[in-house]
């Protein structure tokens, strides 16, 4: 007999067990209407993903408990797989459950637990070592948790032990081109043991990380029938037919693309980002955000970013010009508040400027004017801003993004003061890519912001370059450096000079103490500064 299948691809609230509980039991009662048999959920449903040291308290377990409980009593006529932590003999264990018509029957533990990059699961569960296939809704149905389908043996037991199709749950995060390595991975997987595959993915921003969705269906023959949407919640529904196979119309053999042909780089990475940021701001209770605009591509990118996630009404902009700020750069910055319906206004640092100049004079005597002169500006900046936020209960979003934040471009207590950094990891060449992307969507940044030569403008005359090699120079050394652990030698072999590569790289290990002060932001490479990057400030590396 068929069967109606149905992922709800969620925003889960990490710790909010009964929160979650609600948009199960929700979800439940709208899937047993429309007819769905079984409704699958994504990994750790109940207490959102990741819940890091949350996990360590047994009041949150105590939570899991009471939610599942109130599940079996309350989601009768309907079979739901979701995820919670399960305490039991050997440890805690990250488990997928099934419950049925208000009975739990069967736990599947996961076997693999990632402890790469931004995951951290060892630290936490025990792995599972069996399989689990349910003779149920007259199939043999499998479960996996995320990283199992990544490894041959979890999907190769489920199917030795009968399992005619697979349901695997996740909270697995974006980076640029996740969604297409999902899928060419699930695909094969379901090609080799000849099984469809429902892959059930998490959906929304928590802390540094993004979970872009992009649940889907594969067949038996490795197709891509169905797909839910992408950075936002989705309910993707399908019916196998009698003999347990998805229905629907497969692409044509030889014709398969992964991942949405119509989502380039700058559309998925900018959506990732509005995300990130929305979901940040929200979760955390902020009435909204608050940000300086220097009439730069990078606060004018924030900017449009912070609007696209909250709504115009939601965010503010101040400008604060010195003696160095050009009346260009007010111009543009008022009219990109303009364009994008933001209230903005100007508040001059020079009083505060001279004040802290005076002040240090006796200190600074004999002592010739240096980068210090320039901190005290953005520290004065910092100041407004964060008092603002405090006034206003808005978040301040800081405007820094990767390349400046790999090289310690960026003043302490200053620019970097503030809640969150949406372009963080984002290197500079992409962020002019971003602002051509979104303005494209509709003109929203002046076009003379994308051409003229970026200026920090703390003194006069002042460029990027000044002090930087060019961005196109720049953020090859650094992506090879950061994000694939490159050393000096086989940077310089790929013929960047050997002087900039050795000074490029000398900045980056300096500044871990900076990057360490930053406030988060939203990873979208896949080596991110924070979580997913450890390096030791202290080091004769």
Not at 221 to 232: N, Q
Not at 244 to 265: H, I, K, L, N, Y
Not at 266 to 276: I, P, Q, R, T
Not at 476 to 496: F, M
Request: charged letters at 25%; hydrophobic letters at 40%; proline letters at 6%.
């Amino acid at each position: 007999m068929g069967c109606r299948i149905r992922i709800a691809q969620l925003n889960l609230v990490v710790g909010d067990v009964v929160g979650n509980a609600d948009r199960v039991i929700a979800e439940a009662a709208s899937a047993r209407a429309d007819g769905v048999d079984l409704l699958v959920f994504p990994e750790l449903t109940l207490t959102g993903y990741p819940p890091e040291d949350l996990l360590l308290r047994p009041e949150l377990l105590q939570r899991v408990e009471s939610a599942l409980e109130r599940l079996r009593a309350e989601c009768r006529g309907i079979t739901l797989v979701l995820g919670y932590p399960l305490r039991a003999v050997g440890g805690l264990f990250n488990v997928a459950g099934v419950i049925c018509d208000g009975e739990l029957i069967g736990e599947y533990a996961k076997q693999h637990l990632p402890n790469y990059s931004v995951f951290d699961e060892k630290r936490y569960f025990q792995a599972g070592a069996t399989p689990l296939v349910l003779d149920h809704l007259g199939l043999k149905i499998g479960l996996s948790v995320c990283e199992d389908i990544w490894q041959e043996d979890p999907t190769r037991q489920a199917v030795e032990a009968g399992a005619r199709i697979l349901v695997n749950i996740n909270a697995s995060p974006f980076h640029v081109g996740k969604r297409a390595e999902r899928e060419t991975l699930v695909a094969r997987r379901a090609s080799e043991h000849g099984i469809p595959v429902v892959y059930a993915n998490l959906v929304g921003g928590q802390d540094e990380l993004v979970f872009d969705g992009a649940s889907f269906v594969a067949d038996g023959a490795g197709r891509i029938l169905h797909r839910a949407a992408v950075f936002e919640e989705d309910l993707l529904t399908f019916d196998l037919d009698d003999e347990g196979r998805p229905v629907g119309s497969s692409p044509e053999p030889g014709t398969q693309t992964f991942g949405d042909d119509a989502m380039d780089e700058e559309a998925s990475v900018y959506g990732a980002l509005v995300l990130g940021v929305r979901d940040y701001v929200r979760k955390n209770g902020f009435s909204g955000a608050v940000l300086g605009l220097s009439g730069g591509v990078d606060s004018a990118l924030t900017l449009a970013l912070a609007v696209d996630a909250l709504g115009a009404d939601a965010v503010e902009g101040v400008l604060m010009p010195s003696r160095y700020t050009s009346q260009m750069s007010n111009a543009d910055a008022f009219e990109e508040a303009e364009s994008l319906g933001v209230k903005a206004q100007l508040i001059s640092i020079e009083p505060a400027f001279r004040s802290f100049l005076s002040m240090l004079e006796p200190a600074f005597e004999g002592l010739a004017a240096d980068v210090t002169e320039e901190n005290i500006q953005a520290r004065c900046r910092g100041i407004i801003l964060m008092a603002i936020s405090n006034k206003t209960g808005r978040i301040l979003l800081t405007t820094g993004n990767k390349s400046e934040m790999a090289v310690g471009y960026a003043t302490l207590y200053g620019d970097m003061a503030g809640g969150f950094a949406p372009i963080k990891d984002v290197p500079k060449l992409l962020v002019y890519r971003l602002a051509r992307y979104r303005n494209r969507c509709s003109p929203v940044i002046p076009e003379r912001v994308l051409t003229r030569p970026p200026s920090a403008e703390l003194r006069p005359d002042q460029t990027d370059q000044d002090s930087l090699p060019p961005y196109e120079v720049l953020d090859p050394i650094l992506r090879l450096y950061i994000e694939e652990d490159e050393g000096v030698d086989a940077i310089v072999a790929r013929g960047y000079p050997a002087e900039i590569v050795r000074r490029i790289t000398r900045l980056v290990d300096r500044n871990e103490y900076k990057r360490r002060q930053a406030p988060p932001g939203v990873r979208i490479s896949t080596r991110a500064f924070g979580r997913d990057r450890r390096y030791p400030i202290t080091s004769g590396f």
